[in-house]
């Protein structure tokens, strides 16, 4: 089982960016997914999560109206698709294979990790 992340960057404020993660290992559609987030010096905190074959989908409130999880079963993949970004934000956003819900566990998986700089 395999989670790479890949599409973050440095983006002014009020930038837009789409993170991306391919899995491997499993069939990504028959797995709840989470975006997870971790800013230098705190805890991560979750983001979005889709269940099994996208059934459901929850946001933290942070970012609700501005960022939407899809998966693509085509090609096993999850995206995020942030608007909007808030300045003098930095974290690195992490895919995770865990049970739906903004709530995190220790026995959750996630990639490695892809940081997002938001800065003018």
């Known amino acids: 089982v395999q989670l790479v992340e890949s599409g973050g960057g440095l983006v002014p404020p009020g930038g837009s960016l789409r993170l991306s993660c391919a899995a491997s290992?499993?069939?990504?559609?028959?797995?709840?997914m989470s975006w997870v987030r971790q800013a230098p010096g705190k805890g991560p905190e979750g983001v979005s999560a889709i269940s099994a074959a996208g059934a459901g989908i929850v946001y933290a409130d942070s970012v609700r109206g501005r960022f939407t999880i899809s998966s693509a079963n085509s090609n096993n993949m999850l995206y995020l698709q942030m608007h909007n970004l808030k300045p003098e934000a930095t974290y690195v956003y992490f895919c995770?294979?865990?049970?739906?819900?903004?709530?995190?566990?220790?026995?959750?998986?996630w990639g490695q990790g892809t940081q997002v700089t938001v800065s003018s």
């Open positions: 995770a294979l865990k049970a739906y819900g903004l709530r995190l566990a220790e026995d959750d998986f």
């Open positions: 290992g499993f069939m990504l559609s028959a797995y709840d």
